[in-house]
């Protein structure tokens, strides 16, 4: 029986869309958990609309024309599932993912690639790095294009000592506290996350901490995101303090930030994070590995610091050095960071996107 509705829905759907012109609308996909993917495909939409592109709900798969469709990321190409979208025109964010580092569906996800680049009309990426490993799988550079995960500056005001002491007070974290903040999803699944997603380096935010603490006797961590066990319970172990917070919406995030001295990126492997991009925002000092989009948009020194993946020791000499520093002798550092992330606003990269969508899907 639910065979017979899917197929009535589909031909009432193809029949409502009799006039549509083959490409002419534009459908996205986030990973509807409402975690970082799905804010991106609304600030997708937004550049979109602005553009004259006209969105369409992923019912309208079923169109009676072709259309275009955006994933939010690389892993739909896991297996070929995605062919019955074909002949519309497929287009994907492909932010992460390493081949032949040991991961069975990175390798997996780059192989679909490999296989089916030439059905591919659009890839995403937002680095170099990332940029030079699609174009490893053989893929025409014509249909690759990197633009950095963006951030919308209206979320994420400039610090100010008021709000940093009003946070803290409602997140009852210590006034006094140098804290530290770490706000992602850094465990496997969606559980407690106990077993540590290591590209996400949490084992190496751990023992930049432990060597931090000896250091800093105010030391507080401010930990957000799902899935933070396997940290929390390090933490638990050094006996180092800290707050997990939770926010419903992403924008809340900047809240987290206002409460901060530094953060730390100790990942592995990255496509942005968007804390690059939030912490400078915000007028707190980054420190971070070079991963993802850091390893193009951080200049070390001038807007923040940066060291090789793993350096622990460098990593915490670095979160020391903002430790001792007054706020005098910051200044020219967040300064600089705020003026990288107004360059890579949302707002900052309808260009970019415009180039994207020519040829991809009709603008209006």
């Known amino acids: 029986m639910k065979s017979v509705y899917q197929g009535v829905a589909k031909s009432i759907l ?70 019955r ?38 890839v995403q990426v937002t680095h170099t790095e990332m940029r030079d490993v699609v174009l490893s799988a053989g893929i025409d550079p014509s249909k690759v294009f990197l633009i950095p995960i963006g951030i919308n500056l209206d979320y994420f005001p400039a610090q100010s000592a008021e709000r940093k002491k009003a946070t803290r007070g409602k ?69 180092v303090p800290y707050k997990h917070a939770y926010y419903k919406h992403y924008p809340e995030v900047a809240e987290m930030f206002a409460a901060l001295d530094l953060y730390i990126v100790a990942s592995r492997q990255e496509g942005g994070p968007k804390a690059v991009l939030e912490s400078m925002a915000s007028g707190v000092p980054l420190v971070t590995t070079r991963v993802g989009q850091a390893m193009d948009i ?11 993946v793993e350096n622990t020791e460098a990593l915490a000499a670095f979160a020391l050095q903002v430790y001792r520093s007054d706020s005098d002798s910051l200044n020219a550092i967040l300064n600089a960071g705020r003026a990288t992330a107004e360059a890579n606003s949302y707002d900052s990269q309808t260009e970019l996107w415009a180039s994207f969508m020519n040829g991809f899907v009709e603008r209006g």
């Open 298 to 308: 951080v200049r070390h020194g001038v807007n923040g610091w940066m060291t090789d």
């Open 171 to 239: 997140l009852d974290i210590p006034q006094s506290a140098f804290v530290i903040g770490s706000f992602q999803k850094d465990g496997v699944g969606w559980g407690d996350g106990m077993e540590p997603k290591l590209i996400k380096g949490p084992d190496v935010f751990l023992e930049t901490i432990r060597r931090l603490k000896g250091e800093i006797p105010e030391l507080f961590v401010l930990l957000t995101g799902p899935a933070r066990g396997y940290v929390k319970h390090g933490l638990d172990e050094m006996g």
């Open 14 to 83: 193809r029949a409502a869309s009799w006039n549509w012109k083959p490409y002419s609308r534009l459908i996205l996909y986030g990973d509807s958990v409402g975690w970082s993917l799905d804010w991106d495909m609304r600030e997708l939409a937004n550049i979109s609309r602005r553009l004259g592109v006209r969105l369409a709900h992923p019912l309208w798969k079923h169109a009676a024309a072709p259309q275009s469709f955006f994933f939010a990321s690389q892993f739909f190409l896991e297996n070929d599932e995605w062919f």
């Open 85 to 122: 979208f074909l002949p519309g025109r497929i287009a994907f964010s492909y932010f992460h993912g390493l081949p032949n580092t040991g991961d069975d569906l990175m390798d997996r996800v780059y192989n679909g690639l490999q296989l089916h680049h030439e059905r591919v009309a659009r």
